[in-house]
C-alpha cells in the first residue's frame, strides 16, 4: 500500500476526527464532487471545508446504527470468505494528491493474496433494489477514490440490507474513473485553498448562507445586468409550476374526500388513504394580547427577515 499515514485515528475525539477530514477530501466526499448526492451539493461541501463554524452533518440514528453493526459484519465477512481483516485505525492521505484522504473500514486480501480495500455498509429495506444487481454509482466512486489514495487494485464492498440480508461485491480500480476525480478533486481543492466559492445551487445550505450574510438596507435600485434575466425567468417560470402543482394536488384531494364521505379509511391498488380527524393544541395569542395586554408585549418577539419578490 503507497499511502501516508495523516494521522493515527485511535483515542481521537469525534471533533478532532472531524478537524482532520477538513484537511482534504475524504471517499464520502465524493459523491457531492461529481453531483450524485441527493443530500449534500459540492457548495456545501465547500462550505464544510473553507467554514471553521460549519461541521459536518450530524450522526443520526441510521449512522449510529451503521457503526454499531461495522464489526458485526466485517467479523461476517471473514467467516464466509476467510479472508483475514485488519483494522486501519489511521487516515491515509495519497503520496502525490496529499488532499486526497481515505478512512477505511479495512485491509483485506485479494484472491491472490495481495492486500485489498474492505468497505462496509448497512443499507434500509427500501433500499434493496439499489443494491440488487451492482454498488450504486454514489459507493463506487468512493470505492475508486479510495483505490487511488492506497494504490490498491481490489476492493470489497461488504453491505447488510435490511438488517437480514448480506451481500458482497468485488470492485476493480478503473484508471478511468480515478483519473476524473483526480481532476474533479484538484478543482475543488483548490478553490477551497484560495476561498473561490463553486457556482450558487439550489441548497437550503446556501439559502441560509445567503440570508445570514446579507441584511439589507441599501435602499438605492440596483440595475441588473439584462444576462440576469434568465434568472428572473426560471424564478417565475419555477412559481408559476409551483402554483400548477398545487392546483392538480387539490383537485385530486377533492375528488379523494368526496369519493371517502364519512370514511375514515379506504383501500385502493395497495394504497391505504386516511382522511381522520386530528385534534391540535394552538396558543391563542389574539385571546392573550386582549385580556393581558403586557404579557403579551413581555413575550412578543419581533423577528426580521428578507422576502424576495418578482413582479
Not at 104 to 111: E, R, S
Not at 112 to 126: H, Q, R, W
Not at 276 to 292: G, H, I, Y
Request: overall charge negative.
Amino acid at each position: 500500500m503507497n499511502a501516508n499515514i495523516l494521522i493515527e485515528t485511535e483515542g481521537l475525539t469525534n471533533e478532532q476526527w472531524l478537524s482532520y477530514r477538513k484537511q482534504g477530501i475524504g471517499g464520502s466526499d465524493v459523491s457531492s464532487i461529481i453531483g450524485i448526492n441527493r443530500w449534500k451539493s459540492e457548495y456545501e461541501l465547500w462550505l464544510e471545508k473553507t467554514s471553521p463554524d460549519i461541521t459536518e452533518t450530524e450522526c443520526n440514528e441510521a449512522m449510529e446504527w451503521g457503526t454499531l453493526l461495522e464489526p458485526v459484519i466485517r467479523n461476517h465477512f471473514s467467516e464466509i470468505t476467510g479472508k483475514p481483516v485488519i483494522e486501519v485505525k489511521a487516515i491515509l492521505q495519497h503520496p502525490e494528491y496529499p488532499f486526497m484522504l481515505a478512512d477505511l473500514d479495512g485491509i483485506t486480501t485479494d484472491n491472490e493474496g495481495n492486500p485489498a480495500v474492505l468497505e462496509i455498509k448497512t443499507a434500509s429495506e427500501y433500499k434493496r433494489s439499489e443494491w440488487e444487481n451492482a454498488v450504486p454509482a454514489y459507493y463506487e466512486t468512493q470505492v475508486q477514490h479510495y483505490l487511488f489514495v492506497t494504490g490498491l487494485s481490489t476492493a470489497y464492498i461488504a453491505v447488510l440490507i435490511g438488517g437480514n440480508s448480506f451481500k458482497l461485491f468485488e470492485v476493480k480500480a478503473d484508471a478511468h474513473i480515478q483519473e476524473m476525480l483526480v481532476t474533479l478533486e484538484s478543482e475543488l481543492w483548490n478553490k477551497v485553498q484560495t476561498l473561490t466559492a463553486p457556482d450558487i445551487d439550489g441548497s437550503d445550505t446556501v439559502k441560509n448562507m445567503l440570508d445570514e450574510k446579507y441584511k439589507g438596507g441599501d435602499n438605492e435600485t440596483l440595475n441588473m445586468s439584462e444576462d440576469d434575466i434568465t434568472f428572473i425567468n426560471q424564478y417565475l417560470a419555477a412559481c408559476a409550476e409551483e402554483d400548477n402543482a398545487k392546483a392538480k394536488k387539490q383537485y385530486a384531494a377533492n375528488h379523494i374526500k368526496e369519493i371517502l364521505g364519512n370514511h375514515n379509511k379506504a383501500v385502493c391498488k395497495g394504497h391505504t388513504v386516511t382522511w381522520k380527524s386530528v385534534s391540535t393544541e394552538r396558543f391563542d395569542s389574539k385571546a392573550l394580547k386582549e385580556s393581558d395586554p403586557d404579557t403579551y408585549d413581555k413575550y412578543t418577539k419581533v423577528s426580521v427577515s428578507r422576502r424576495l419578490t418578482i413582479k
